[in-house]
């Protein structure tokens, strides 16, 4: 049999760090095994419904490299590939009345108020007491009569699930192996809304088997849901697809990952400056481990590797740390005509100067670990900041205020002098001048490089900083360091 897998989503937004897991895994289970992958837009729930968010959805997934097989642009005869347009073919419907035939499934014509005085119960679900509001069958007993005169009279009816009130509900899932729950836990779903849709659980069981779909990857919050799409599978006389739980995804605190956490979406992570190759890596491993020791892997590599067997049932924590290092990994095996491509914008952002940026972009690719630090390693090359005397003080250096300032001046009718600015002209100007007077070269490179750059750290050294800012700017930056020490003297 063919593997076939799906994603589901809602254009809901942006595609969250948990959603984008979810297609990951889904893609990888059916390319590993050489099946099928269809995307399938859910839009039943049209308060939800967020204008572009389809256009996000497809974005991202090109972007990932994530590409379906089928889909609503890819109609393989499985289609329509998104719900509402299925709906309006009234097939949730067709298979609901087909449910009430079987006496699986019943029309309730409750309204609010009466929903509101039901009683409450407490459910344990991921771990937390929730209170929750379970139906009492009411319109479970309503004669034929009273149904048909509600109808006629176009009385407003959901379509409830007939959930027995005893006995047990089975189901297997691949990675929290037989799980049992008493019926009388279950409360009696809602297949179809007064509007007419269908809840995004009835779709799911009715779109999952009409397109046969064979594995269904999911976060482990569905685990409570699951026992009523098993007795939908059953009611229908359906085989079950392998269910695949996935562990929820923490924060560093091992809170669930929050939407307000400011980096819980794909797209807040490529603005927040890391590579979409690293987000996909990073995110694979956010609940699944590879057999060896391997971390980095190109998504060939995870398509081949993949098994999810061996997707863990712990909660996966999103370690920002492990991201950070594992995007500087991709960053520094980038070509340099990517890099250029990805580092420019953030460079242009912070110098307006006409100077080389590409040399720029080079002394930094080692030092980053997402494009977003770019900005405050390079920062001192449009302005000199204004910086306290003390930092020409370097005692691994032999550096002081006042053996920085006789080498400043000393070196600046030099710098006046020279007309190459290149980088090989003014380490020679400076080589030249250490050899001359017999000092260590950090005494004589110290004090220019902190004079021209104004920091304690830099990416290059005094060469490279003043080629870049060139002769007028440098110039001008050590008149400025040695006023400084002056005063300070």
């Avoid at 242009?348 to 720029?360: F, T």
Wanted: net charge negative; charged share 30%; hydrophobic share 35%.
């Amino acid at each position: 049999m063919k593997v076939r897998t799906r994603y589901a989503p809602s254009p809901t937004g942006r595609m969250h760090v948990g959603n984008l897991r979810t297609a990951l895994y889904e893609f990888l289970t059916a390319k590993h095994e050489g099946g099928d992958f269809i995307l399938r837009i859910e839009d039943t729930d049209q308060e939800r419904y967020v204008d572009g968010a389809v256009e996000i959805i497809y974005r991202t997934m090109e972007k990932t490299g994530l590409i379906h097989d089928e889909g609503p642009d890819k109609d393989k005869g499985f289609g329509p590939y998104v719900q509402s347009e299925r709906q309006a073919t009234g097939i949730y419907l067709e298979y609901a009345k087909k449910l009430i035939e079987k006496g699986e499934a019943y029309y309730c014509f409750c309204d609010k108020e009466r929903l509101a005085g039901l009683k409450s119960v407490v459910s344990e679900e991921d771990g937390e007491a929730k209170e929750i509001t379970k139906y009492d069958k009411h319109c479970l007993h309503l004669s034929k009569e009273e149904i048909e005169a509600n109808l006629a009279a176009g009385k407003p009816y959901v379509i409830r699930q007939n959930v027995p009130t005893t006995g047990t509900t089975t189901f297997t899932d691949a990675i929290y192996g037989s799980i049992t729950v008493e019926n009388e836990e279950l409360d009696d779903m809602i297949l179809i809304k007064t509007d007419g849709f269908p809840t995004y659980n009835f779709a799911n069981v009715i779109d999952d088997h009409l397109m046969g779909i064979t594995h269904v990857v999911r976060g482990n919050e569905y685990l409570s849901s699951t026992p009523k799409y098993t007795r939908l599978y059953q009611a229908f006389g359906w085989e079950e697809p392998v269910y695949i739980h996935c562990p929820l995804i923490t924060n560093e605190e091992h809170k669930k990952l929050s939407k307000r956490s400011g980096h819980s979406s794909f797209e807040d992570l490529l603005e927040q400056g890391f590579v979409t190759e690293a987000i996909v890596n990073f995110i694979a491993l956010l609940g699944w481990s590879p057999a060896g020791n391997q971390e980095i892997f190109t998504l060939d590599e995870l398509i081949k590797e993949f098994d999810y067997h061996n997707i863990s049932k712990s909660p996966a924590v999103f370690d920002m740390q492990k991201l950070r290092w594992m995007n500087s990994e991709y960053i520094k095996k980038m070509d340099d005509e990517t890099y250029y491509a990805e580092a420019m914008p953030y460079i242009d952002k912070v110098i307006s100067r006409d100077c080389d940026k590409k040399l720029i972009a080079d002394l930094v690719k080692t030092r980053i670990e997402t494009f977003c630090d770019i900005a405050g390693l390079i920062d001192f090359f449009e302005e000199l900041p204004d910086y306290d005397v003390e930092m020409f003080t370097h005692k691994k250096m032999k550096t002081n205020s006042e053996n920085s300032l006789e080498v400043l001046k000393e070196l600046l009718p030099r710098f006046e002098a020279l007309e190459d600015y290149s980088i090989p002209a003014i380490e020679s100007l400076l080589m030249g001048y250490i050899a001359e007077k017999g000092i260590k070269n950090g005494q004589g490179l110290w004090p220019v490089r902190t004079a021209v750059s104004g920091k304690q750290s830099t990416p290059g050294g005094a060469y490279e900083i003043m080629h870049i800012l060139g002769k007028d700017e440098s110039l001008r930056r050590i008149r400025v360091a040695i006023e400084k020490l002056e005063a300070s003297l």
